[in-house]
């Protein structure tokens, strides 16, 4: 996505339309917005053509780019539990690994950064009916993998609304989530972390979409970008228009929910009632 961003940037400096730039690169206007969407792996001398259609001629710039483009191709760790991933997924992993901050309103269950082993055993089995234990044990594997990225010293900002609803569902059995609940309050104390639950209280509310994830980068050259599951595929959203409606139903949920510290004390009277 960074490369893409960037011979975006330098296309649209000089005028040139993506046609002309398929054409020097023998490939349609199509692939050229693939690539600038950053949803297409790159050719070395694909990007050497693009990066001399562009007058880039530093070549300290082009080797830079370059370099981005090798490291572009570079299968994440990810791509090993690929074979019990739906396609649509490995997307979506690797932009959580590279986003500096992540916003979620969760709604069906606890956010897979937030769950404990047991309870995401329980959920994974409840959505792969039928698959192997083995299967399930490296679906589990893999959304462990993916906490420790919260957990790390530079680690991003992670901002989750909990509908009451994702606390009340039980995955598993009362010592599951006893559990969970008591991690759920556990990690909110974390710095990186706020934690904020939407009561059922409060009646209708701007996530009446349903469950959202906005995810936002360092880079400048990156927008964010909206995910949001489906049962047979996921929706990228990432045109300025379309996030800010998503950051504006999250905003709106961050101010009509208990703030950090009342959310930590309603997570304990649930603790204490389950």
């Known amino acids: 996505m960074l490369l893409g961003s960037q011979l975006r940037r330098l296309r649209e400096a000089r005028n040139i339309t993506r046609e002309a730039a398929g ?23 694909d990007v050497e053509d693009l990066l001399t259609l562009y007058g880039i001629t530093d070549e300290q710039e082009r080797a830079s ?8 191709n570079v ?12 396609s649509w997924f ?23 950064l937030l769950q404990t082993e047991a309870y995401a055993r329980a ?16 679906r589990v594997a893999l959304r462990l993998e993916r906490q420790k ?9 992670f901002h ?23 991690h759920l309050i556990d990690i909110s104390e974390r710095p990186n972390v706020r934690l904020q639950v939407m009561p059922f209280g409060f009646g209708g509310h701007s ?25 047979t595929s996921a929706l990228y959203l990432d045109k300025r228009e379309d996030v800010a409606q998503y950051e504006k139903a999250l905003k709106e949920l961050q101010q009509d929910s208990p703030g950090p510290d009342e959310s930590r004390d309603l997570l304990r009277g649930l603790l204490q009632l389950s």
């Open 23 to 45: 054409y020097s690169i023998r490939a349609s206007e199509s692939k050229i917005s693939r690539m600038e969407l950053g949803r297409v792996s790159f050719k070395t001398r």
């Open 90 to 112: 490995p997307t979506y992993v690797g932009l959580e690994g590279a986003a500096s901050l992540i916003r979620v309103y969760e709604v069906q269950f606890i956010h897979g």
């Open 149 to 157: 990225h919260l957990a790390d010293p530079g680690g991003p900002e």
């Open 160 to 182: 989750v609304v909990l509908d009451e609803a994702s606390l009340r569902r039980p995955y598993g059995d009362r010592q599951v989530m006893r559990g969970q609940l008591q």
């Open 207 to 231: 996530g009446e979409s349903g469950a959202f994830t906005i995810l936002s980068f360092t880079e400048s050259d990156l927008t964010d970008v909206v995910y949001l599951e489906q049962l």
């Open 75 to 86: 299968a994440g760790w990810w791509h090993s539990y690929s074979d019990v991933l739906p």
């Open 65 to 72: 780019l370059l370099s981005l483009a090798r490291e572009a």
């Open 123 to 138: 959920v994974v089995r409840r959505g792969m009916k039928g698959a192997s234990e083995a299967d399930v044990e490296k």
